[in-house]
């Protein structure tokens, strides 16, 4: 007896999750504000890649003052041994200034965030004993009108690398457009 009780229930409960997980999950990507969850595309001189890289990135979470984003590419060394790179990073980014209405920002308000966060690169193809590095991420990004239907942004970063124990001070600079 005890064993349909709990089939019964575990059929009743699977049933619940299957009828309000999709509708909890749309509301997950739903803001506040009616906006769906954004991609944007970057470009990256220096920081994570180490010389240069294409990214795409993804707002995990979003709020109406900051915001978590998840990021992804290919990247070039210029060097014979080792030339592509994947970089990632996780970051979280949060807004100074108070002309943000929502995460990332709708409109060009010139919204000003500051990022924090870690991240890594793969050398693919390395000789070296080492073919991942990773270290923090800290940086400013600042949005702009890019044209009437997108929104471009710029951004600093520090990004330091941490190789066999040692910091070895390292910095980018990056531009991008966001995407739905």
């Known amino acids: 007896m005890n064993l349909l009780k709990t089939t019964h229930l575990i059929r009743c409960v699977s049933f619940i999750l299957l009828l309000w997980l999709p509708r909890s999950v749309n509301a997950q990507l739903r803001k506040a504000y009616g906006k769906p969850v954004r991609w944007a595309a970057t470009f ?12 795409a990135e993804y707002a995990i979470i979003q709020s109406k003052k900051s915001f978590l984003a998840a990021r992804g590419g290919f990247g070039q060394l210029f060097t014979g041994y ?4 994947l970089p990632h990073a996780l970051i979280w980014n949060k807004a100074l200034n108070k002309k943000s209405k929502g995460c990332p920002t709708q ?7 500051v990022e924090m966060g870690v ?18 991420i800290l940086g400013v990004r600042r949005y702009f009108a ?10 600093v970063q520090l990004t330091p690398i941490i190789l066999s124990g040692e ?8 531009i991008g457009v966001l995407i739905d």
């Not at 991240?119 to 923090?136: F, H, K, N």
Request: net charge positive; aromatic share 14%; hydrophobic share 35%.
């Open 44 to 55: 990256e001189a220096g920081g994570l890649s180490p010389i240069a890289s294409v990214n």
């Open 82 to 85: 080792n030339s592509v790179t």
């Open 107 to 113: 409109g060009p308000r010139n919204s000003l965030f």
């Open 119 to 136: 991240g890594g690169v793969y050398l693919l193809g390395s000789a070296e004993e080492t073919a991942y590095r990773w270290g923090p």
């Open 146 to 155: 890019y044209n009437n239907r997108a929104n471009g942004f710029w951004k």
């Open 167 to 174: 910091l070895i001070p390292w910095g980018g600079l990056g």
